[in-house]
């Protein structure tokens, strides 16, 4: 990595730190201390016993960009193992390209691991970041220091309705999948409703399924996996992807492979709080945008779900492209994909914070495209009567976002570089377009330097789940990073 560009993420982890810091200080006052009690053993300010130390997280990951799936997942596994050492691995997170027979990759997986290892994953844009650079296939293994559970659920289940459904009947469907796949994970955990987890995985096969567009499910999800573990647990993800965005995404959930129209959760079980110290694996949590805001705003005055027609009472896609100087020119009166420009400068939606934390977090809302003249496709709901603002960003901000979440992770979980296990990725695929080719290589070399070397694996998928601050609101967004960097003890 150049001097310049370590200089650039020292200064902008910094003040990405000091802000942290700071709210996150105001937000946890006398919440979740630990002191040491009889023995040596952890106890939280109420007075009960936390978990007593245990044997260190022990983290391996693999990888490969074989054409060939079986020796694909081979190889990866094998480098995984040997990097785990004597320690075998209970729970796996798998990325996997989605032009590879996905069947046959988790077939394998199981084959070659045990079917009584947990299975999560989801399929990929185009790659896998991983300590060596782009792949096509990448495997990271937990030892038993964490716990873990993994359910999923077909929309077929719940009686999709599809594009004929009413907007009751789509968001019904869509949150009781998600209670499904959240109490398959809790069983499969050994855990029942009552039995909080520290953190729910998700992810979804259901991007613009149709029946969609006007009827979002994404934040149906949320409010599925809430009513069963309750609100303040941080929800994480993404929803797959497929490169050839043709509805060949998919999900892996232990030894079952959900296609297209579903949703699938993992849940995460330590003994502490995300973020804070404690007697079990520490896990640093980074949800990261990095955009500039302007000047720039306007109100939502017609929109329906993903489609918005107007605001301040005028044709959206002009409004924008005033915004951008006429960037967009001609394509506005088009039905054009205009992914590729609009990435750089995404809408946003202030949300503010919970009564004990002041200030506000922008949800980032991708432009996709004009599904007819003057009106603009987003990737994430709004409702009528929102304020909507311009940011702007740069290419070399999604270059270096991976690293600068990464250590906004650390940074929240108090994890030195020598107590780092390893660490995970969702990186939104709209900020991945943006990147020339050229720079992958610097994606993951200033990620793997972030971490000390420590194992990890990274994805691109299409929107995300995430939360800012102790959980204080989950939402789906889109042109965002998520990182978990987990630590040994």
């Known amino acids: 990595m150049s001097k310049k560009n370590i200089v650039y993420l020292t200064i902008v982890a910094v003040l990405f730190v000091a802000t942290a810091v700071i709210i996150v200080n105001s937000y946890n006052t006398n919440k979740g201390a630990v002191f040491l009690g009889e023995n040596n053993k952890v106890i939280n300010k109420d007075g009960q016993q936390s978990m007593e130390s245990k044997e260190p997280l022990v983290m391996g990951a693999g990888w490969s960009s074989n054409d060939l799936e079986m020796e694909a997942v081979q190889e990866s596994i094998e480098m995984m193992l040997n990097k785990m050492g004597e320690t075998s691995p209970e729970f796996v997170m798998i990325y996997s390209e989605s032009s590879y027979d996905n069947l046959k990759i988790l077939a394998e997986v199981n084959n070659q691991l045990g079917e009584d290892v947990k299975v999560y994953g989801w399929t990929s844009f185009q790659n896998t970041v991983t300590n060596a650079g782009m792949q096509k296939f990448s495997i990271l293994g937990f030892s038993n220091r964490l716990k873990a559970g993994v359910g999923g659920c077909s929309l077929d289940e719940v009686n999709y309705p599809g594009e004929n459904g009413s907007k009751e009947e789509v968001f019904k469907s869509a949150i009781s999948a998600a209670e499904i796949a959240t109490k398959r994970a809790l069983e499969n955990a050994g855990k029942e409703s009552g039995d909080k987890p520290r953190m729910v995985l998700i992810s979804g096969a259901t991007y613009f399924l149709p029946g969609t567009l006007k009827n979002p499910v994404e934040e149906r999800y949320i409010e599925g996996i809430e009513n069963i573990v309750g609100k303040g647990v941080p929800i994480v993800g993404g929803l797959a992807a497929d490169t050839a965005a043709s509805g060949n995404e998919k999900v892996f ?23 804070l110290e404690g007697s079990s694996p520490k896990v640093g949590y980074g949800f990261l945008g990095g955009f500039t805001p302007t000047t720039k705003s306007a109100v939502v005055t017609k929109v329906e779900g993903h489609v918005l027609y107007e605001l301040d009472n005028r044709p959206c896609a002009e409004v924008y492209n005033e915004w951008t100087n006429g960037a967009l020119g001609s394509r506005i009166g088009t039905t054009d994909w205009v992914i590729d420009y609009t990435a750089l400068y995404p809408l946003a939606e202030k949300i503010s914070m919970e009564d004990e934390v002041p200030g506000y977090y922008n949800k980032l809302i991708h432009y996709f495209n004009n599904p007819e003249p003057g009106v603009c496709k987003l990737a994430c709901e709004v409702e009528e009567g929102t304020t909507l603002y311009f940011l702007e960003g740069t290419t070399n901000m999604f270059v270096n976002r991976g690293a600068l979440t990464a250590m906004f992770a650390r940074s929240q979980g108090k994890i030195t570089t020598e107590e780092i296990a390893g660490g995970y990725m969702v990186f939104c695929a709209g900020s991945f377009l943006t990147i020339d080719k050229l720079d992958y290589g610097k994606i993951a ?6 971490l000390g070397g420590a194992p990890f694996i990274g994805g691109y998928e299409f929107g995300g789940f995430g939360s800012f601050f102790g959980a204080a609101k989950n939402v789906f967004t889109t042109q965002m990073c998520s990182f978990l960097v987990f630590a040994k003890n």
Do not use: R
């Open 253 to 275: 959930v232990n030894n079952k492979v959900y296609d297209f129209g579903s949703v699938s959760v993992a849940v995460l079980y330590t003994d502490v709080k995300i973020g």
């Open 445 to 450: 070399t200033s990620i793997d330097e972030s």
